[in-house]
T-cell receptor, first 111, second 113 residues
């Protein structure tokens, strides 16, 4: 059974810092990996989707990488802003075509 | 902009009531999903559907049922609401195979008293 782990569980950084969020998964037979953002009491907003054949995806200040063989993905946030404060979730889609979620990293960017 | 719309942001229901949570997507997606999210337990899949009138049990289907009469609408039904069903409920949709990822709604916070 696929297991997804996100480290750290919480992270607090000063505004302007570059930061990396980590996601690891136990079964490398995945179709894609998706990073989401969740604000308190809200739904999930998709940030980046990486297909299994891709190594990375970029959107603005966000860059996500995927190393399927080692079961790892990272989300890089450049020049962090207070508005980036949220919980970040990674999810992998495996052979059952369903998502398995990590428990999330709660990010706080201090002004 | 493509959307998954959940009809209610907040609901308060009494124990024993029959509760309907509605989800509508405008992306012509075949696949639709219902999750619940609880602190410390993360997101858990309740039910999903790959086509109209089709439904499959997820990891925690007990106490729930679903209805999909039209492609764009997927309803979650709590047959007799209980306090342990107080949770955030999230609906999602995707294309077949999920190759373009999942799109989620804004969530329904259900409180059962």
């Amino acid at each position: 059974k696929q297991e997804v782990t996100q480290i750290p569980a919480a992270l607090s950084v000063p505004e302007g810092e570059n930061l990396v969020l980590n996601c690891s998964f136990t079964d490398s037979a995945i179709y894609n990996l998706q990073w989401f953002r969740q604000d308190p009491g809200k739904g999930l907003t998709s940030l980046l989707l990486i297909q299994s054949s891709q190594r990375e995806q970029t959107s603005g200040r966000l860059n996500a990488s995927l190393d399927k063989s080692s079961g790892r993905s990272t989300l890089y946030i450049a020049a962090s802003q207070p508005g980036d404060s949220a919980t970040y979730l990674c999810a992998v889609q495996g052979s059952a075509r369903q998502l398995t979620f990590g428990s999330g990293t709660q990010l706080t960017v201090l002004p | 902009d493509v959307k998954v719309t959940q009809s209610s942001r907040y609901l308060v229901k009494r124990t024993g009531e029959k509760v309907f949570l509605e989800c509508v997507q405008d992306m012509d997606h075949e696949n639709m999903f219902w999750y619940r999210q609880d602190p410390g337990l993360g997101l858990r899949l309740i039910y999903f559907s790959y086509d109209v009138k089709m439904k499959e049990k997820g990891d925690i289907p007990e106490g729930y049922s679903v209805s999909r009469e039209k492609k764009e609408r997927f309803s979650l039904i709590l047959e007799s609401a209980s306090t342990n069903q107080t949770s955030m409920y999230l609906c999602a949709s995707s294309l077949p195979g999920g190759y373009e990822g999942y799109t989620f709604g804004s969530g329904t916070r259900l409180t059962v008293v």
